[in-house]
């Protein structure tokens, strides 16, 4: 989506290596999320982040960790990636929470 | 955990009929927000309404929003082929942080 971008699109990885995904942002929202979907699931929140060095867990935080140094870019990190972080992930943007804008998503495997 | 769970999980329609899409949820909220998702695709945000708001409408959408039930429904009139997606609901009740539903996948048939 315009506004927001997330990098790799695709990335398989091996089972214990680390992973950074990120998330960048031209609109200078200052929320922004990560989240992840699995097949039923829906849509889980992993952390996010509500301004420059400002971030709190979310709902599954575990075996995950974000970083935040300025405002457009959100760094999310598999510290030692599982087959259960197999998943799409999704960052999120907003300004004051009307209507959050989603990156397109990133596709990992862990094999 | 999830907060808002859909109704039905899925839906297959006709094009040119309406569908509905309902949502509960079991904490207060500030707002409620349906989204779409293509598949492949990312989400995008379909519409907003707040909690003291009943009813709420947005080209072809019409939300609805009971509070005292917890529960809030999609509706889509005279669908499309094009409106054949995933549809969630997410609520926002503090820190604007949202929380989903798992979803309903609405097939449009031509």
């Known amino acids: 989506d315009a506004g927001i971008t997330q990098s790799p699109r695709h990335k398989v990885t091996e089972t214990g290596t680390p992973v950074t995904l990120r998330c960048h942002q031209t609109?200078?929202?200052?929320?922004m999320y990560w989240y992840r979907q699995d097949p039923g699931h829906g849509l889980r929140l992993i952390h996010y982040?509500?301004?420059?060095?400002?971030?709190d867990k979310g709902e599954v935080s575990d075996g995950y960790s974000v970083s935040r140094s300025k405002t457009e870019d959100f760094l999310l990190t598999l510290e030692s990636a599982t087959s259960s972080q197999t998943s799409v992930y999704f960052c999120a943007i907003t300004d004051q929470g009307y209507g959050y804008t989603f990156g397109s998503g990133t596709r990992l495997t862990v094999v | 955990s999830q907060q808002g769970e859909e109704d039905p999980q899925a839906l297959s329609i006709q094009e040119g009929e309406n569908a509905t899409m309902n949502c509960s949820y079991k904490?207060?909220?500030?707002?409620l927000q349906w989204y779409r998702q293509n598949s492949g695709r990312g989400l995008v945000h379909l519409i907003l309404i707040r909690s003291n708001e009943r009813e709420k409408h947005s080209g072809r959408l019409r939300v609805t929003l009971d509070t005292s039930k917890k529960s809030s429904s999609l509706l889509i009139t005279a669908s499309r082929a094009a409106d054949t997606a995933s549809y969630f609901c997410a609520t926002d009740g503090s820190n604007y942080k949202l929380t989903f539903g798992k979803g309903t996948l609405l097939t449009v048939n031509p």
């Open positions: 609109e200078n929202h200052r929320y």
């Open positions: 904490t207060s909220i500030n707002n």
């Open positions: 982040s509500y301004g420059v060095k400002d971030t």
